[in-house]
């Protein structure tokens, strides 16, 4: 079966999703708010922003001060309007669910926000200097709020960065239609008009050393976030047509919107946010069917119910208790099929989840042209372990407290510590860890001194 999408049509269908709220809808949405005391939607989130002051704000229409409290707390604020699991967080908490619907506190912050990108106004500057110096490690949600909150604080900051733009997983890693590249950019932006210096195309070991690094600067950052889709160990994965889930969303976030997959039949392997991302992009790219396959259940898939809610509504399908066992050549080089088995779940295995069984003799192949690979992504054990750093399977070891490593002039926060109970894989949680690391760097230089 052939898409009814064309090449023409592909630009307009990696326009937000969501639409922005208009001046007076804003306003009569801010006056739905109650302005709790000790309000739970400020305990909801992971940054503690002052949700009711924000909207408060919004209300009397000061939209600088709205966005001045958001970004205070959450330097990643406009970005974080469009990807948080607001329904999970604060509109989850907000007290209107007991008795109507909550107040579209993403919508709102996503309002206020919108007003500082558009109006080029600076809301923060440059603390005065203290003749310090901290080098930061990757140039994601974690380092970029890490840098803001020392830069304020007066650190010269350097941030290394290995890719061409910075920004990390909001940069590259995010669906266009969900966070427009361009947001993450302005947010880099807001961080180097407080003198962060930001030195993209940087690898370690290529164009400088480690060991330079934690010689020249009195403390280390480490925020590298994670790296590319494993491979599944099955036969047939070198195979034309067969695509990593994260340079798939990274090529279409950074423009490259073809019509290679107009009429094609895909399959996503995973069941996360990266494979629901990794699906709704084949359909907007005019696939004509795009199946998630998952070894688990319904109930055991990690991506956020809303995610899940708008694949569905995209035209998704999702085949469940199914175990990819191989890729099948179509006599050319190409994907023709994918080869699986039938799963069941048995007992509680040693991570807490329960264990995977293929079922004897239940195997089928479903028609495909495209295998998108998203089981989760490698870790940068090379570099941590060049570090010297304690490590779990690559998950770095840090004190909950002080969110020093095994090295205590190195600190970690963000994708390189979650796992293993440390941190919670969220780009707002990943924002507080940034925070929190900047602040305990702080303790720690200025108790040396």
């Given at each position: 079966m052939q898409s009814s999408v064309t090449l023409d049509d592909l630009p307009l269908n990696f326009q937000e999703v969501k639409k922005d709220l208009s001046p007076k809808e804003a306003v009569d949405e801010a006056n739905r708010c109650l302005y709790c005391y000790d309000a739970p939607c400020t305990k909801a989130c992971p940054t503690g922003i002052n949700?009711?002051?924000?909207?408060?704000?919004?209300?009397?229409?000061?939209?600088?001060?709205?966005?001045?409290?958001?970004?205070?707390?959450?330097?990643?604020?406009?970005?974080?309007?469009?990807?948080?699991?607001?329904?999970?967080?604060?509109?989850?908490?907000?007290?209107?669910?007991?008795?109507?619907?909550?107040?579209?506190?993403g919508q709102l912050q996503r309002h206020a926000t919108n007003w500082a990108i558009h109006h080029h106004q600076p809301l923060f500057k440059k603390g005065n200097p203290n003749g310090?110096?901290?080098?930061?490690?990757?140039?994601?949600?974690?380092g970029l709020s890490g840098a803001r909150e020392l830069a304020r604080l007066g650190y010269e900051v350097t941030i290394f960065e290995a890719k061409e733009k910075a920004g990390g997983l909001n940069t590259y890693g995010i669906v266009p239609f969900r966070?427009?590249?361009?947001?993450?950019?302005?947010?880099?932006?807001?961080?180097?008009?407080?003198?962060?210096?930001?030195?993209?195309?940087?690898?370690?070991d290529e164009d400088i050393m480690v060991n330079e690094v934690m010689e020249d600067y009195d403390a280390v950052l480490l925020a590298i976030g994670m790296g590319k889709v494993p491979m599944l160990g099955i036969p047939g994965e070198e195979l034309h047509g067969v695509y990593d889930a994260i340079q798939l969303i990274e090529e279409i976030k950074d423009g490259d919107i073809t019509d290679r997959f107009i009429g094609k039949r895909a399959a996503v392997i995973g069941a996360g946010n990266t494979a629901i991302d990794a699906a709704t992009c084949l359909k907007r790219m005019g696939a004509s069917n795009v199946k998630i396959v998952y070894r688990r259940s319904e109930s055991?898939?990690?991506?956020?119910?809303?995610?899940?809610?708008?694949?569905?509504?995209?035209?998704?399908?999702?085949?469940?208790?199914?175990?990819?066992?191989?890729?099948?050549?179509?006599?050319?080089?190409?994907?023709?099929?994918?080869?699986?088995?039938?799963?069941?779940?048995?007992?509680?295995?040693h991570s807490g989840r329960r264990s995977v069984e293929i079922i004897e003799n239940s195997d089928f192949s479903m028609d495909v042209d495209i295998v998108v690979k998203a089981i989760g992504q490698t870790r940068h054990k090379k570099l941590i372990e060049e570090l010297g750093l304690e490590h779990d399977q690559g998950i770095v070891k840090i004190?909950?407290?002080?969110?020093?490593?095994?090295?205590k002039k190195l600190f970690a926060a963000g994708d390189v510590v979650f796992g293993k109970g440390q941190g919670d894989a969220m780009v707002v949680s990943a924002v507080e860890q940034g925070k929190k690391a900047?602040?305990?760097?702080?303790?720690?230089?200025?108790s040396s001194l």
């Open positions: 949700i009711p002051a924000f909207i408060k704000k919004i209300a009397s229409e000061n939209l600088k001060g709205s966005a001045r409290v958001i970004l205070d707390a959450n330097p990643l604020g406009a970005t974080c309007a469009r990807v948080c699991p607001t329904e999970e967080l604060c509109e989850g908490a907000c007290v209107l669910n007991d008795i109507s619907v909550p107040v579209m506190i310090k110096k901290v080098a930061i490690i990757g140039s994601g949600p974690a966070l427009p590249q361009e947001i993450s950019l302005w947010e880099v932006e807001q961080v180097k008009q407080l003198g962060v210096e930001i030195l993209t195309n940087t690898i370690f055991e898939m990690t991506a956020y119910a809303s995610e899940y809610e708008f694949a569905k509504q995209e035209g998704v399908e999702f085949r469940w208790l199914t175990q990819p066992t191989e890729i099948i050549d179509d006599g050319n080089g190409n994907v023709g099929k994918l080869k699986c088995s039938r799963t069941k779940l048995g007992e509680l295995d004190d909950p407290v002080t969110h020093q490593t095994s090295n900047a602040r305990a760097i702080h303790r720690h230089i200025q």
